[in-house]
């Protein structure tokens, strides 16, 4: 299981995500990302440490099971329709996906580390999550797609930081785990209230609050 | 020398594909299926009859299946096989070889655009929707495999083509799905359905009879030999004839079974399943690129 | 020690809250808290503690500034606060804007988030080290989250979604600033820096630039979500309208200020490395869009807590086009950071009040405040004057220092803008709230409750005492502040 591979993987399930249509589907590539992710640490070359174990079995617990569970629990009590439901439509996005692809590879040549990480595709990687993610936030409508969105992000970051970051930092990622952890939670409670309270959660409709009324 | 006996191979061996197909979803099916020399049988039987020509039909809808065999027999003549070079090769022929599909694909919607009928024109317009989509990812994963190769003629990519890492992979899976769309198998289209909805291919080769349908049935036979002769030169490069002639059977029977375990896909969904596989040639071509 | 204790005390305590069955025990914790809390910072003023965990957490002078802001205003609304929790009614209410039923969130939830909050905000102020300062700030909206519900009906729902996401993506961005920053920190031909705000600064030469300006701008975007600097300041007006009034005034006076802290500490390591021009260029741009945005917005409100959020919108474009100025304007920013802070929590208590009483946020429908209710009038005006930087108050001192280093500094475009931006907001402000105070309300002047008239009465004259008077201990800590963030 050597780095390349576990990148490459990443990128397939972000294309995935692009072009799936079942909200279902998504949350469980979004688990099969997270246990990647998990991976990472112990492929990315670093001393194995014990404390990289921990950050390795954390984060795939917390991002390869925990997250997909909370997201299809938040869901099911939601009882919403199963389906994504985006703003941009699934071949427009994939289209986007590999523009955005071949947008990080070139910025991903133009910024080259100082310290060269373990493999090249590394930054171009983060960087095309990171984008991808954005655009899952901004072109979905359900509450839930918009927090998939938000855990790529997260993941892209990720990848950058086990890529670059040395070894006593490793206890600040474990610290920003935590942070995402509880942020989803948050999130999956807030989901359950909106989906009570409007019988929906399509956040497109959550206009009440704004200044031009007509 | 070695060349011609590959050109040879093909044209006597490409209905056994067909064949091959036919018996592997009988046998999921659970049916013993045709004999695998049936497809012979029906290009003999249909060679012997007499055709009948539509009053509104021209000189096009003659010429059409003749001139779609002729384009095919050309890309076969591109395309190598197990290691010996192909009878005709220079740079760039690659997209020629993508554009005699183009040709072929060409004949065979003015010819059912000839008739005059509603059915062969939404036919016609589906297929060429479909083929639209299906030739960026075929030059995408040549574009890969000749970046690679740094070769832009097939005899140089085939040769020169290693069979290891993700970039490899992706390509093979672009080109499989390449092949399931430009044969107009499942998932893209089914072969056997004649129901009016349904039919994406069947339904431009329907006023054809005879003679005529028996070039278009062959073409299509050499079609799927020459993409598949495509693939096995990707995933199986080397120089064992034997070898790649096994592998070209086993393509035949996990066609086969591809179209046994899956349904076909819904018309909305068939573009996506183009534009996935147009992505992961992409990503090949990323990958090789940097 | 003594900054352990500023952390853990308010975080156990909100554990505490949670066991706590009675309502009055509850509020008591609250306030004693508060009281611990602004007493522990009293004592750092007086015996500066050291720094612990190698570096990580230490009290630097804009770190005990805000830190003392954030305690005294946490200390103010604590005591609003109980009186605010007695006044809620327990079960289903009626919401006054369309009719429906809805309740309030258990008042446990709210006070063990409100501890916590103070918790995160203190290590936010404490932290030396980027990465904690980053887990930090996420734990503040984490925390203040639940609070912004208190009052479970759409459109506070509506305002918490809106306001965890962008925050939650912004905060996001900010991390991978952080990464950038461990990148430009990691040059092969020496050892890494850590990511201690110390180190960075002492060894600013050896960042590799590029990617430390990299590391700055997304660092700006990212805690800048969170101050409401425009254009991503989208959240601010619905969460600061639809919270309760108490949180409104925590999250305007203190949280801004705790992202801002992040951004000056990337800012002092930009300086140090020399790349302070590149950094001080963004600031003022995002600061002059802010204070334009933020004008548009307040010409014709028509809800008046959202007037008062647009208008801390306007007062971080301030802050944010002092830091940009630099030099003297340093110091006004410094300055201005504390006036706006506690002139602005003052005027969100003063409407939660006036909301109490008119059980309506439309300006059109509230008359005569001045009348109904004498003191939080009163209040009311002084607030609209000081926040617009009228003299005797403070912020006119601070408003009008930064003006005088725009102009010092030959900068006369600038200084134009700062200045037509500044009037339209008077002019769009004086309009609402002017009206709002006079006139006639139809009813009799209503007894105000002590609890909810003390604290903004107190930090309005905090406020006026200090557009008067700057104590020389104060003044020291801002010109310490400005100079450790690279002013003079």
Not at chain 1, 146 to 166: D, H, K
């Amino acid at each position: 299981m050597n780095l390349e591979l576990v990148l490459i993987l990443v990128v397939l399930t972000n294309l995935k995500l692009l072009g799936s249509s079942r909200l279902g589907s998504s949350i469980r590539t979004v688990g099969v990302q997270g246990l990647l992710l998990g991976l990472l640490p112990l492929v990315a070359g670093h001393d194995l440490t014990a404390r990289v174990w921990l950050l390795a079995a954390g984060g795939a617990v917390i991002k390869g099971v925990m997250f997909p569970w909370m997201l299809m629990r938040a869901l099911r009590d939601a009882e919403v329709r199963r389906e994504v439901e985006p703003f941009v439509g699934m071949l427009t996005s994939i289209l986007i996906g590999i523009v955005a692809l071949g947008a990080s590879f070139w910025l991903g040549h133009r910024l080259p580390l100082p310290r060269p990480a373990g493999s090249l595709l590394l930054v171009p990687v983060a960087l095309s999550a990171i984008l991808l993610g954005l655009f899952l936030i901004v072109s979905r409508r359900k509450a839930v797609s918009q927090v998939l969105g938000f855990l790529v992000m997260e993941n892209g970051i990720y990848v950058f930081g086990v890529g670059v970051v040395q070894e006593t930092s490793l206890l600040v990622e474990l610290g920003v785990l935590l942070d995402v952890f509880v942020a989803v939670f948050v999130m999956g409670i807030i989901i359950f209230h909106i989906s009570r309270e409007f019988d929906h959660i399509d956040t497109d409709r959550l206009s009440m609050l704004r200044d031009w009324k007509p | 020398m070695m060349a011609f006996v590959h050109l040879l191979l093909a044209l006597v061996l490409a209905p056994l594909l067909l064949g091959v197909i036919n018996r592997a979803k009988a046998l999921f099916a659970g049916r013993n299926g045709q004999p695998l020399l049936q497809l012979y049988y029906d290009l003999a039987k249909l060679l012997r009859k007499g055709a009948v020509y539509s009053r509104t039909t021209s000189g096009v809808f003659r010429a059409g299946p003749i001139a779609g065999l002729a384009a095919v027999v050309a890309a076969l003549a591109i395309v190598p096989f197990a290691g010996t070079g192909a009878p005709v090769s220079f740079a760039g022929d690659l997209v020629l070889f993508a554009y005699l599909f183009g040709l072929m694909r060409f004949f065979t919607v003015i010819a059912a655009l000839d008739t005059g009928s509603a059915f062969e024109g939404m036919g016609a317009s589906r297929e060429v929707q479909f083929a639209a989509l299906a030739e960026p990812v075929l030059f995408l994963a040549l574009a890969a495999l000749a970046r690679q190769a740094g070769s832009l003629s097939l005899t140089g990519i085939l040769g020169a083509v290693t069979p290891a890492g993700p970039a490899w992979a992706l390509v093979a899976v672009a080109l499989l799905v390449v092949l399931l769309a430009e044969n107009a198998r499942i998932p893209v289209d089914d072969p056997n359905t004649h129901l009016e909805l349904t039919m994406i291919h069947e339904v431009m080769v329907l006023d054809h009879g005879g003679p005529d349908f028996a070039f278009i049935l062959y073409g299509a036979a050499l079609k799927l030999w020459v993409l598949g002769a495509l693939l096995v030169g990707v995933v199986l490069p080397g120089e064992n004839i034997l070898l790649s002639l096994v592998a070209m059977l086993a393509l035949a029977v996990a066609v086969g079974v591809i179209e046994s375990t899956m349904a076909r896909l819904r018309l909305l969904r068939v573009p996506q399943l183009l534009v996935g596989a147009g992505a992961l040639a992409a990503l090949a071509l990323i990958l090789v690129m940097r | 020690m003594m900054i352990f204790a500023l952390v853990l005390v308010p975080a156990l305590a909100g554990v505490a809250a949670v066991a706590l069955r009675h309502d009055r025990a509850r509020r008591a914790l609250l306030v004693l808290t508060a009281l611990a809390h602004a007493g522990l910072t009293g004592a750092a003023w007086v015996v500066l503690p050291g720094p612990i965990l190698g570096g990580w957490l230490a009290l630097d002078a804009p770190a005990r500034l805000f830190l003392s802001v954030t305690s005294m205003l946490f200390l103010a609304a604590a005591v609003y606060a109980v009186g605010y929790l007695a006044r809620e009614p327990h079960g289903a209410e009626k919401d006054f804007e369309d009719g429906s039923l809805f309740t309030n969130a258990p008042e446990a939830v709210f006070t063990a988030c409100l501890l916590w909050f103070l918790a995160a905000m203190t290590l936010v102020t404490a932290s030396q080290h980027f990465g904690l300062l980053w887990v930090a700030i996420e734990a503040t909206t984490l925390a203040s989250a639940p609070l912004i519900y208190f009052h479970r009906h759409h459109r506070s729902l509506e305002a918490t979604w809106k306001y965890l996401l962008i925050c939650s993506v912004g905060i996001a961005l900010a991390l991978l600033g952080n990464f950038f920053l461990v990148v430009a920190a990691s040059t092969p031909e020496a050892a890494p820096v850590p990511m201690v705000l110390g180190e960075l600064t002492a060894r600013a030469r050896q960042l590799h630039g590029p990617w430390l300006k990299a590391a700055f701008v997304f660092l700006l975007v990212g805690y800048g979500t969170k101050m409401g600097l425009a254009p991503l300041h989208t959240w601010l007006p619905d969460a600061h309208s639809e919270s309760p009034s108490v949180i409104s005034a925590l999250l305007s006076g203190a949280l801004l200020n705790c992202a801002f802290l992040g951004i000056l500490r990337a800012h002092q390591v930009c300086a140090a490395a020399g790349q302070a021009v590149f950094g001080q260029g963004l600031l003022v741009g995002f600061g002059l869009i802010s204070m334009a945005v933020a004008a548009v917005f307040i010409l014709g409100q028509a809800d008046y807590k959202r007037l008062l959020a647009y208008s801390s919108v306007e007062h971080m474009g301030i802050l944010a086009l002092g830091i940009g100025l630099g030099g003297a304007a340093t110091f006004g920013a410094m300055l201005h950071a504390v006036n706006h802070s506690l002139t602005k929590a003052a005027l969100f208590l003063v409407a939660g009040n006036i909301l109490a009483a008119y059980k309506t946020k439309s300006t059109a429908d509230v008359r005569g405040v001045a009348r109904l209710l004498p003191v939080s009038g009163v209040l009311w005006v002084a607030g609209f004057f000081a926040i617009t930087g009228a003299p005797p108050f403070g912020p006119f001192l601070s408003e009008f220092t930064i003006l005088k280093a725009a102009l010092d500094q030959g900068r006369g475009a600038v200084a134009v803008a700062y200045l037509a931006l500044l009037a339209l907001v008077f002019i769009g402000m004086a309009t609402v709230v002017l009206r709002m105070a006079q006139g006639e309300s139809g009813r009799a002047t209503q007894r105000e409750p002590w609890l909810a008239v003390f604290p903004p009465a107190a930090l309005a004259a905090t406020v006026l005492v200090l557009g008067v008077y700057v104590p020389p201990a104060l003044g020291r800590a801002l010109q310490e502040a400005a100079q450790a963030v690279g002013g003079f």
